[in-house]
């Protein structure tokens, strides 16, 4: 499964009517809504704010007032023939003054999330965790040996808390190296991107 390494957007313009495609990778369905606004702030007087996500099992496409199926469905199409997923992308369109009729909508839409897609950094997504420990100073340096790879972030208090990402699989054979060194940890389920 893949998705993108940073957003990205581009312009397909076709009989004086401009689609703009923002591609941008999402974690959480919270951040879809948050996204939306921010692009209809960025796009403003827009005819269409049309868009389709893929988040684990989670897919929606909206047509945003285009004849239905002719939006939506097309770049939600477009994302899964190309596996994406952790993924929200929003056309957003500015009529130009000419009807470009139900197949041309489908192919316009199809072709802004093509030509995006086309510029875009893939990685490929892999099951993971965000782990956050808390050592005592004393078992810092053993775990600052482990964690190196993993780049944690490390904030000082009468303790150390790290909080780092790490693949599902390389977690399962770290913890028992450092589960003895540590005085508390909390795991969350992410995908990671490599």
């Given at each position: 499964?893949?998705?993108?390494?940073?957003?990205?957007?581009?312009?397909?313009?076709?009989?004086?009517?401009?689609?703009?495609?923002?591609?941008?990778r999402i974690d959480s369905l919270d951040s879809i809504d948050t996204k939306l606004e921010e692009i209809k702030k960025e796009y403003k007087d827009a005819t269409h704010y049309c868009y389709a996500y893929i988040l684990?099992?989670?897919?929606?496409?909206?047509?945003?007032?285009?004849?239905s199926?002719?939006?939506?469905?097309?770049?939600?199409?477009?994302?899964?023939?190309?596996?994406l997923n952790h993924i929200?992308?929003?056309?957003?369109?500015?009529?130009?003054?000419?009807?470009l009729g139900a197949g041309g909508l489908v192919r316009a839409y199809s072709k802004?999330?093509?030509?995006?897609?086309?510029?875009?950094?893939?990685?490929?997504l892999v099951a993971g965790y965000e782990v956050t420990l808390l050592v005592t100073y004393e078992n810092a340096k053993y775990l600052d040996y482990l964690l190196k790879k993993y780049e944690p972030i490390k904030q000082y208090d009468l303790n150390i808390t790290y909080t780092f990402l790490i693949p599902k699989d390389e977690y399962l054979n770290l913890i028992k190296e450092f589960d003895k060194y540590i005085i508390d940890k909390k795991i969350k389920e992410t995908m990671l991107g490599i």
């Open positions: 499964m893949l998705s993108i390494k940073e957003e990205i957007k581009t312009l397909y313009e076709i009989q004086k009517s401009k689609f703009y495609a923002v591609i941008t684990d099992n989670y897919k929606k496409c909206s047509d945003d007032g285009e004849p199926g002719t939006a939506g469905m097309p770049i939600l199409n477009v994302l899964e023939q190309n596996n929200l992308c929003v056309v957003i369109r500015y009529f130009g003054g000419i009807k802004a999330v093509t030509t995006t897609l086309e510029n875009a950094n893939l990685i490929t």
